[in-house]
């Protein structure tokens, strides 16, 4: 008699790590600081609009969430089939690796970045080539470029990079997309660009660059627009690209109260400029604090700042957790704090003071 073993996943599945979330501490949380969300719940029109799509929730929203991938190729000057909406970014890219990933391929990305990355190329079957950051944990453009090879199928550039917060000047990226051969398919994941208060290249140039057939610009709605919870983000590239892309997608890859909530503060960008520029107060309000206790945190473009603590990364958290303050940890590496709650400043102006005595 054979011993059945039950069904066997997928060997690529084995031993793959758990996206981790920060569990809260002994005291009630305070403050939630370690998953990049835009504090404040919805705004009023975007909850608004959100609060009617539910009660027309008993349909199915547009196939491929036409009218938000209408709205956007509007928006950003590009054709309607350039972009394909989903719901979030991380499941595009997930997507993205289905359509273009065979077994074995790799996917170059710099590290440390996005938690993610690595467990979806591994979900894909691919291998990911991690390429350590340069010291000021910026993306080592040139180091990226060497480690590009016949296998590589694709780049992934997260800019601004979570959890550094440091950005990849545009100049730099243009040349880094035109060195690259034109079979590899390089990824920028924008998640955080409002964020970010460089002078920045307009729409015409962003879509120009999605257009050169081997470029995929991916956003999100989860950050600045602050429908985390809701779930919605776009892509956009070359026909071909977002259509191979809106090939592996289901046909309904977004709720229609998602994308209502969407539409809605794509209609409303000054209620999103408001929000993005209490963040940017907020990230320099926190990073002086940071640095009058002697942390200095790096210069962040996202809604974050990052603490490079090394060995005491971990310690750092706990005493943050402890106090009802939870922020991201990468042990042996330093602390991701997300900024923009009101109330950060105070609790974590509580927790220096005991971190600083000890
Ligand atoms: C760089 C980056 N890309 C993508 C995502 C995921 O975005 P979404 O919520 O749209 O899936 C995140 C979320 O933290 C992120 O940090």
Known sequence: MTVST???????????????????????????????????????PVLDAAVAAVGGASRYPLIGGGDLAAALASSLGVAADAVAVADGALPLLDRLLLAYVRPGDEVVMA??????????????????????LTADGAHDLPAMAAAVGPATRIVLVCNPNNPTGTVVPWDALVSFV??????VLVVLDEAYTEYDERPRPDDAAVAALADRGNVVVL????????????????LVASSAVAGAVRSVLPPFPVSSVAVAAALASLAHPDVLADRVAGTRVERSRVRALLAARGLPALPSSANFVWLPLAERAVDFADLCRAHGLLVRPFAGEGVRITVGDPHLRAVLGEVLDVWCRG
Request: glycine share 14%; aromatic share 8%.
């Open 6 to 44: 039950g069904p066997v996943p997928r060997p690529e599945l084995s031993g793959l790590a758990a996206y981790s979330s920060v569990a809260p501490g002994p005291v009630p949380v305070r403050v939630r600081a370690s998953s990049n969300e835009a504090p404040g719940g919805l705004a009023g």
């Open 178 to 183: 035109d060195a690259l051969p034109p079979d």
């Open 219 to 234: 956003r999100t709605f989860s950050k600045a627009h602050g429908l985390a919870g809701l779930r919605a983000g776009y």
């Open 111 to 132: 590290w440390r970045s996005y938690e993610a990355y690595p467990l979806s190329v591994q979900v894909a079957g691919g291998r990911p080539v991690g390429v350590p």
